[in-house]
């Protein structure tokens, strides 16, 4: 049987897409069908369904595909236990064309150099957000999601719509929000004044 090529692809979020990962192991001469892939999970988590799948699909002699090292890996110990397990089975890893047989001294060298990269690219990003939350927060910026709508211009949307001379739509397009903060605002003075009701009963 001849060796052959198994791709893997992963990105961090659910917002980031694959095709740029996919387009460049198919240049790299790896077959649609044999790209396994894992979608919004993180480098450092070691349980992936996708990489579990790659690496099954390897036999001895067939090379591993990734564009990059941290797409495979963003820890060190991670690494090396990839690397580990590829040695045992006398599978190649191919890092964006420049392959590395980890049961080669120099090569295992090359690939170990690249995961304390990839682990120290990781930690950097990990500070710099830390530190820019930080900076945030001191200057009053980082304050979680704020309301569309203060307490007086919700109550008047709301009345506004108990008028009847205004349809939901309209009200949205007056406060220039989204028929939902409309019908979310109307609950809230629902309940609010239903809690109203139920508080003055229980002072009688």
């Not at 049987?1 to 897409?17: E, F, H, I, N, P």
């Not at 790209?35 to 579990?52: K, Q, S």
């Not at 830390?130 to 203060?150: D, I, N």
């Amino acid at each position: 049987m001849s060796a052959l090529l198994v791709g893997y692809a992963r990105c961090s979020t659910d917002q980031q897409d694959l095709t740029a990962q996919r387009e460049a192991l198919g240049n790299l001469g790896v077959q649609t069908e044999r790209i396994y892939v894992d979608h919004g999970l993180t480098g450092t988590n070691r349980e992936r369904p996708g990489l579990r799948e790659a690496l099954a699909a390897c036999r001895a002699g067939d090379t591993l595909v990734v564009t990059k090292l941290d797409r495979l890996a963003r820890s060190l110990p991670d690494a090396g236990a990839i690397a580990d397990e590829l040695t045992s089975r006398q599978i190649s890893l191919s890092l964006g064309g420049s392959v590395y047989d980890p049961t080669d001294a120099v090569g295992r060298l090359l690939f170990n150099v690249l995961a304390m990269v990839a682990e120290f690219e990781s930690d950097l990003i990990r500070l710099r957000t830390v530190e820019g939350m930080k900076v945030a927060k001191a200057k009053g910026r980082l304050r979680g999601k704020q309301p569309k709508l203060t307490r007086k211009q919700e109550a008047h949307l709301v009345s506004l719509v108990r008028s009847g001379e205004y349809s939901t739509a309209e009200v949205a397009d007056l406060f220039n929000v989204g028929r939902s903060t409309v019908y979310r605002a109307i609950e809230r003075q629902r309940i609010a004044a239903k809690a109203q009701i139920t508080k003055a009963s229980s002072r009688r």
